[in-house]
């Protein structure tokens, strides 16, 4: 199992500035059955990791910018302990996805605690690398403004969880959410079509065989695959 996890001393929680950043950020690995993490990519790592059996791939972003990167490098660490960057994104890139033979991710905007959108004039994009390929590969491009939150792909294609939109910005705490999300499925060789609409701010994706799952404020939302 690995994950990736800021390790901190007691006195460094309490003093920080060092202690709160991401500079300490590293990929850790743990037995399924339990055990003491072990600290094996990094530093400055950031979102989900993935792994294909082999390595593990992670994501490197700036020291110091976290959530508010737009730049991240994708980065490979072997059994040896050998790291390799792969590629780098301009945007900020959360999670890393395996399908088939190829590596998937998200190059998107972000809304930070005050709801300010990060990137939001710059189109989010998917791309996938394969293990022979010499640059990544732009999957799907949607428009500027359009945030995704949250993606899977199976064998129907991509799966996409767009951020909607909070009204009463300095006005309310938390903002009113306007129930403006949407989740877009790209077929495989298709464009993408919007299959659920008045979706929460966020919602997290999931699926099983014949079913994909939008969780968020509300009762999950569901749409037949």
């Not at 001393?9 to 072990?38: C, H, I, M, W």
């Not at 094996?40 to 593990?56: E, K, L, Q, T």
């Not at 980065?75 to 040896?80: E, H, S, Y």
């Not at 065989?209 to 968020?216: E, I, K, L, M």
Request: one cysteine or more; hydrophobic letters at 35%.
């Amino acid at each position: 199992m690995y994950f990736v996890a800021v390790a901190l001393t007691a006195s460094e929680l309490v003093s920080g500035p060092d202690g709160s950043g991401n500079k300490r950020s590293t990929v850790y690995s743990v037995a399924k059955s339990g055990g003491t993490p072990v600290p094996i990519a990094g530093p400055i790592a950031g979102g989900d990791p993935a792994v294909d059996g082999r390595s593990v791939y992670w994501v490197s972003v700036p020291d110091g910018q976290g959530y508010y990167s737009t730049s991240t490098s994708i980065m490979r660490t072997d059994r040896d302990g050998t790291t390799t960057r792969l590629a780098a994104v301009t945007g900020y890139v959360e999670r890393l996805a395996f399908f088939e033979n190829r590596l998937y991710w998200v190059a998107s905007g972000f809304h930070g605690a005050e709801y300010i959108c990060v990137a939001c004039d710059t189109p989010s994009i998917v791309q996938s690398k394969g293990s022979g390929d010499l640059a990544p590969m732009t999957e799907v491009t949607l428009a500027a403004g359009a945030l995704i939150h949250d993606a899977i792909i199976d064998p129907t294609g991509l799966w996409l969880s767009l951020e909607g939109t909070r009204s009463g910005v300095g006005v309310d705490y938390p903002p009113n959410d306007d129930h403006t999300g949407a989740l877009v499925h790209v077929p495989a060789g298709g464009a993408p079509a919007t299959v659920l609409t008045g979706l929460p701010f966020t919602s997290d994706l999931s699926a099983d065989d014949t079913t994909v799952f939008a969780t968020g404020d509300t009762t999950p939302q569901l749409v037949a695959k």
